[in-house]
């Protein structure tokens, strides 16, 4: 007759345990992914802000000065401080932002001088002094965010008067972000895409990790 006392237990996880894990593991794995869902959708929303805003920064300027920033021609006149006459450069008063969306400060272009304008008529915030190192605007991903002349020679061929543009933006964003904006297709319409400025690339060639600039016409 067996001795209970000395009968040896059981190891090892049950069914019903084993069953337990994989659903506590299951709700992690979801939690994770609805979290990156969400921060992956409050990126693009931001970007989405940044192409909604600057048209509005051009009207608001234009409204204030009669003129556009970068192009301003009495730019020094309209925002620079009295303690500070020559805090800016003067537009040439063209019609257009001249220079491309993704100069350098040192470039000294209208397109650099479209933001040191907005920024010190104080419709904008950011470092108004070229020399600063924070004065480049960035995008939410860390990318740069610029604005140039339309037209034939728009980058992406985006149509508008004006062409702003915002680099470094994940594929897995490019197609929210077109979705918010435009037609849903990064290769046609107002907003398009590219690994370059130079051909826009259709939906389905997307590749979630690698980045694309997005342009937007004004």
């Not at 959708?41 to 234009?62: E, G, H, W």
């Amino acid at each position: 007759m067996r001795n209970k006392q000395t009968e040896p237990r059981q190891t090892g996880f049950t069914l019903v345990e084993i069953s337990i894990v994989l659903v506590i593991i299951g709700l992690l794995l979801g939690g994770v992914l609805k979290g990156q869902e969400l921060i992956d959708s409050a990126k693009a929303k931001n970007l989405a802000q940044d192409f909604r805003t600057v048209p509005m920064l051009i009207n608001a300027y234009q409204d204030k000065f009669r003129a556009l920033p970068g192009d301003d021609s009495r730019a020094i006149a309209h925002v620079c401080p009295a303690t500070d006459a020559a805090c800016t450069v003067n537009g040439d008063a063209n019609g257009n932002i001249g220079g491309n969306w993704n100069d350098e400060t040192a470039d000294a272009t209208e397109a650099i001088y479209f933001w040191q304008h907005i920024r010190l008529a104080n419709l904008a915030t950011g470092a108004t002094g070229i020399a600063d190192a924070e004065f480049l605007p960035l995008n939410s991903v860390g990318g740069r965010i610029g604005i140039q002349a339309g037209g034939a020679t728009a980058p992406l061929g985006v149509p508008g008067s004006y062409a702003m543009c915002s680099a470094g933006i994940p594929g897995k964003l490019i197609r929210q972000l077109d979705g918010m904006l435009d037609d849903g297709d990064p290769a046609s319409g107002a907003m398009r895409a590219g690994v370059t400025t130079a051909t826009p690339i259709v939906a389905a060639d997307i590749d979630d990790g690698t980045v694309y600039v997005a342009c937007f016409g004004v």
